[in-house]
């Protein structure tokens, strides 16, 4: 006969097992519902749009790095909620004056994304802002503990019902690796993000580590699970000068991101790999250029306003080193990029032409 333990259990397996088919049921027939996004319409937190009017695009910002729930706590830490508003709100305007149109926040639920408050910065700068579902690295208890299916659903849930409570969607998907590679989770992340991906038709976006090619293991399970590579944006590929790798994932049909150019902006900073200066980075993108792939490149500067996920004097010594903040890319890189011989149309295309057709979903 069972013991006590061994029949609760059986019994919460069973459950478990009926309840997912039941939210797998749910999920597909709201799917079928709402049905897959339009082409050519981005989803930004302040509702849908046309591509063309994104504009010049920095693809890979954050306004805030931390954790979730951490603003609802202690936003006295940024100075309070009000303050740090009125902060990025003036910042972004100042964006906008010099030519910017939309940015994408790739800062999902886990680096502490708070949608009310991207979505009343966006209303009070003007900035165009889309926001996303997904993961980033290190997963809470909670997350650890969940399937591919389930972690299918939940990315799904954001983009057909809404984020946090409201009917604000996300209009990309962002998963990430590091140097340690696919860990179990992560690759339950990184396929669930292909299936949702392929279902609803949102783009992808990643942080991969350069220097240990790990962007070839997450194309690798997009490839496994049928995401077409037009639909993937491989996120920091300018941490790395190999032009091996570069060419390779291009070649493969993925987008690659040169969006950790603030990264390279003082030699001495951050370490490893992202000791590139940035004008090796741009050197960089010339090659790639030249080699006629202008169309499959990003340009960004994984900028941040706001970091409570390093230690205190971190945000200020990042904004020492780099007055230019999210402007970095236009006022420093774009100048040296046609300095060096990039033509004014292999610009556009990777600062307006490129995020257009991918956040429009005019590559499927």
């Known amino acids: 006969m069972s013991t006590r333990r061994e029949f609760i259990k059986q019994a919460g397996a069973a459950t478990l097992v009926a309840s997912i088919s039941t939210r797998a049921t749910h999920a597909g027939q709201t799917s079928k519902a709402i049905g897959r996004r339009k082409a050519g319409i981005v989803q930004t937190v302040q509702g849908p749009v046309d591509a063309s009017k994104l504009g010049v695009t920095l693809p890979h910002e954050h306004i805030c790095a931390s954790s979730p729930g951490f603003w609802q706590v202690w936003p006295e830490l940024f100075g309070g909620r009000a303050t740090f508003v009125a902060k990025v709100v003036d910042k972004l305007k100042m964006a906008r004056d010099e030519g910017i149109r ?10 502490g994304r708070d949608i009310r408050l991207i979505e009343e910065i966006s209303r009070k700068s003007g900035m165009q802002i889309i926001a996303c579902t ?12 969940r399937t591919v299916e389930e972690l299918t659903e939940y990315f799904t849930l954001e983009i057909e019902r ?26 339950r992340s990184l396929r669930a993000v292909a299936r949702t991906s392929k279902a609803t038709g949102v783009p992808v976006t990643t942080h991969t580590y350069a220097a240990d090619r790990i962007g070839n293991k997450q194309a690798d399970i997009f490839d496994a699970e049928g995401l077409s590579p037009a639909m993937v944006c491989l996120g920091h590929c300018d941490d790395t000068d190999d032009m091996d790798y570069l060419t390779g994932l291009l070649k493969r049909g993925y987008t690659i991101g040169m969006d950790h150019l603030t990264w390279g902006a003082d030699e001495g900073d951050g370490g490893g790999t992202k000791n590139l200066l940035w004008r090796q980075r741009a050197q960089c993108i010339k090659k790639l250029v030249d080699a006629g792939f202008e169309k499959q490149i990003f340009l960004s500067n994984d900028w941040y306003f706001g970091i409570s996920i390093a230690p205190s004097g971190f945000m200020a010594k990042k904004e020492q080193m780099n007055p230019d903040g999210i402007l970095f890319s236009t006022r420093k890189v774009v100048p040296y990029l046609k300095h060096i011989g990039v033509s004014d149309q292999a610009i556009h295309a990777m600062t307006v032409r490129n995020p257009a057709r991918f956040f429009g979903g005019l590559n499927e």
């Open 102 to 111: 939309t940015i994408v926040d790739v800062t999902p639920m886990d680096v």
């Open 134 to 145: 997904g993961h980033w690295l290190a997963p809470s208890l909670s997350m650890d503990a």
């Open 162 to 187: 809404g984020i946090e409570g409201t009917d604000i969607r996300p209009g990309v998907i962002k998963v990430a690796t590091d140097h340690e590679g696919v860990t179990p989770f992560l690759d």
